[in-house]
């Protein structure tokens, strides 16, 4: 059975981190772009960062400012976000989620998701 499940949300203060994994079963994962969303209620699913399967680049929402980062363990079939600088616009529930061809912005473009973590950002 494919799955992905997330991992490491919270609530946090403004200025600190937080480490979000996605671990992978029944597939495996390196063969996948693996893409990192967010979403809060009333607002779409956004694009927060990707990490392509082939070639090893990663992508990340302009907006975030070099804040985040995003990793993958292919031994462990994980991938990572950490967080750093966490702003209270940061929270949202963040989900990941697997591409069989490549990394896009788009949420219709990914094949499986986990069911997201939340992440909240408050002192």
């Known amino acids: 059975q494919v799955q992905l499940v997330e991992s490491g949300g919270g609530l946090v203060q403004p200025g600190g981190s937080l480490r979000l994994s996605c671990a992978a079963s029944g597939f495996t994962l390196r063969y996948y772009a693996i893409g990192w969303f967010r979403q809060v209620p009333g607002k779409e699913r956004e694009g927060v960062s990707c990490?392509?399967?082939?070639?090893?680049?990663?992508y990340y929402q302009d907006s975030l400012q070099g804040r985040f980062t995003i990793s993958r363990d292919n031994a462990k079939n994980t991938v990572y976000l950490q967080m750093n600088s966490l702003k209270p616009e940061d929270t949202a529930v963040y989900y990941c989620?697997?591409?069989?061809?490549?990394?896009?912005?788009?949420?219709?473009?990914?094949?499986?998701w986990g069911q997201g973590t939340q992440v909240t950002v408050s002192s």
């Open positions: 989620a697997a591409a069989s061809i490549y990394c896009s912005g788009r949420a219709d473009e990914y094949d499986y």
């Open positions: 990490t392509s399967s082939s070639d090893g680049n990663t």
